[in-house]
């Protein structure tokens, strides 16, 4: 998350009366990706807990290494954030859920989340699982 134009008084002049309709198709879109992705990080390590593999599966993970790739393009931030910034919403998303510290150390906390679970999914490969 960019420290340009970011900070604590950001939170205090932005609300979504003050945004302009970019910026809350935005945050709306935005908001809805960061839930698939939590979907597909779920359903990850769902999959490795249980031995199942699924179509579905693969396009979770392909998904979320989409959004790796954005975020090494970004260095670690979000690659649309200075366009979000001059739609006229300079928070950063995480910011809007979480303390400042913490929405810093949720990307990296997230893609070693991630990363985990698609190990995983490597090493537990589906076998046989006795169903009750």
């Not at 954030?81 to 001059?86: I, V």
């Not at 739609?87 to 929405?103: C, K, M, S, T």
């Amino acid at each position: 998350m960019s420290e340009i134009g970011r900070g604590p008084s950001a939170h205090r002049e932005v609300s979504w009366a003050t945004l302009g309709g970019r910026a809350r198709a935005w945050r709306v879109l935005h908001a809805s990706w960061s839930v698939a992705q939590l979907w597909c990080l779920g359903d990850i390590w769902v999959s490795a807990l249980r031995r199942r593999r699924s179509g579905r599966l693969w396009a979770g993970v392909a998904f979320l290494l989409v959004e790796g790739g954005a975020l090494v393009v970004g260095h670690g931030d979000c690659p649309v954030g200075p366009m979000q910034a001059e739609w006229g919403d300079p928070v950063p998303f995480f910011e809007l859920v979480l303390p400042p510290r913490a929405a810093k150390a949720a990307v990296p906390v997230l893609a070693v989340v991630s990363v985990v679970g698609i190990v995983a999914l490597a090493l537990r490969r589906p076998g046989l699982v006795a169903r009750a």
